[in-house]
């Protein structure tokens, strides 16, 4: 009974927020009865983890351990901290995560925070701990890319974000447009949430097997700015949705999603291409990026904003500069359709067609997961400390798909489906 006054008495934000933490913990993470959940998420993301932990319980988590992180103590590092700061990370907590995930744990990230937090500190020192960074979490981050586990990102809005995205309305209307912008974005506005991503993650699945059957050896995009001709790798393989992790355990890697992705061939990239929005890369909006391609490297790389970041980002190290993903989205998407730049990958990617720099998912390779790292470079399949997405697709954009043959076919016209 006490519960059925509950349910009454909530306000339509509760009930989406429980929505979008059923739909995460059941669709997205898939947990199982018996699991372990670890989730990390910025201090203001509060609200919506202790719903996450709510559910995980309900169905069944033997233990949830969440790691908050918090902007402001980030900050006191680039404010107060020595230099020898910028090229350490807590490596034994990262060993721990990995050792979690070993043991069978699932991992939910909540996204969500400040777009510019690091925009005004040093461009050097922020690379130099996100090499730190990188290298640490290495081990953790291969059972995650490789799918070893299953996993699942989503967001909530934290007042930062709120601002960067309406930054002239008040604090609490603009967090409540971001709120109800990730409602819609994530697909939890109306009741039958769970069966209705269900059927979106079939949806995708389908499309990704279409492109399976069809075997094109390369895309070839043409738009404005944009005339690039990206190989694909060998065996390569479409996926869309959901996906079976190691674990036996269906999960959908990221909330929302709209995407059907596979691996290039790290070598077979040529042409130049312009993106299509800007890309926030840990703090810093890079603006107008323009690219060219040799042989898959890149070998020219002008932005508008946000240059030298773009730059030492691209520098990391050999590939960076090469891609580990192509991805397809129609410009129709809800998140396109929304009009709104998030400053977040985790949305704007699924609001446009989008290539990334760096690592790729040995799971979008015909027994990719069987491989060693010398049979995934054989395939073409790029290695990298980091995996950056950002846009190229736009209503002006058309894709064909290039056969062994070298004929052309139409796959997307002026951003849309065929
Ligand atoms: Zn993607
Ligand atoms: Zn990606």
Redesign the pocket.
Known sequence: MAEILEEVTKTQHQVRLDRLAQVAVNVGLGLAAGQELVITASLDSVELVRAITREAYKAGATLVTTLFSDDEATLLRYQYAPDASFDRAAGWLQDGLANAYRAGSARLAVAGGDPSLLAQQDAKKVARANVAFSVASRPALELITTHVINWTIVASATPAWAHAMFPNDAPDEAMEKLWNAIFAASRVLDDGAVENWRAHDAQLQARAAYLNGKRYSALHYTGPGTDLTIGLADDHLWLGGGTVAGNGLHCIPNMPTE?V?TTPHCQRASGYVAASKPLSYQGTLISDIRVKFENGRIVEAKSGTGQQVLRSLIGTDEGAARLG?V?LVPHSSPISKSGLLFFNTLFD?NAAS?I?LGQAYSSCLRDGHHMSKAELAAHGANESLIHV?WMIGSAEMNVNGVSVDGSEELIMKLGEWV
């Open positions: 995407e992705f993903e991805a990617e989008h990334a997405d």
